[in-house]
Structure formats: C-alpha cells, structure tokens
C-alpha cells in the first residue's frame, strides 16, 4: 500500500538545524513531484517547498528562502527537507505531499513534529 512516512521531527533551539526525511513506497516515487507543507496551531496548512519529479526545480515560501532546502532522491524514494537557522515561528506539524505529475491522484504523510524553543 501507499506509505509516506517523514521523521526528523523533534525539539531544537534558536538558530538550530533539523533534517526532515520522507520516506515512500507503494508508487512510482518518480513520477511524482514533492511538497512539504506545515500547519501551526490554530492556523491553516502552508506550503513551505516543492520540487520537481525530476529534482530539477524548487520552489520556497518566503518565508524560508535561504535557510530550507528541498532535496530528493529517486534511488532511494526519499525526500528531504534540511531546515537551517530555525525560528520559534518555524514550529508547526511538517506533512510530507506527493502529487503524480500527470493527473490529480496525490497522498499525504501522517506528519512529524517540529518545535523551535529554548
């Protein structure tokens, strides 16, 4: 079955870095463009980065330009998120979104926790 499974999450400073992974199985991890969404509480769910099936494009909210780089690797079926000088207001659930890149099916992952505190 179709399986999206991020991990990474966890409890980082000021300033802190985490990486992100999102593990998938069960479809054609090449066909399918990636995203990495988040939603704080009491807000609703943003985008915070794509790329490409291909991995040769990306695109970032503003709000993490020069610190969050997407990264993939179709080898491995595996998308990454690297997250650089992280900010209390980066602190939200990160979900993991593949969309096939012809046509509408998509799958969402369960999601992995991550806050920015000292």
């Known amino acids: 079955q179709v399986q999206l499974v991020e991990s990474g999450g966890g409890l980082v400073q000021p300033g802190g870095s985490l990486r992100l992974s999102c593990a998938a199985s069960?479809?054609?991890?090449?066909?399918?463009?990636m995203s990495w969404y988040r939603q704080a509480p009491g807000k609703e769910r943003e985008l915070v980065a794509s790329?490409?099936?291909?991995?040769?494009?990306?695109n970032y909210a503003d709000s993490v330009k020069g610190r969050f780089t997407i990264s993939r690797d179709n080898a491995k079926n595996t998308m990454y998120l690297q997250m650089n000088s992280l900010k209390p207001e980066d602190t939200a659930v990160y979900y993991c979104?593949?969309?096939?890149?012809?046509?509408?099916?998509?799958?969402w992952g369960q999601g992995t926790q991550v806050t920015v505190s000292s």
């Open positions: 979104y593949a969309k096939i890149v012809f046509g509408v099916r998509d799958y």
């Open positions: 069960g479809f054609t991890f090449s066909f399918y463009a």
């Open positions: 790329i490409s099936n291909t991995g040769g494009t990306t």
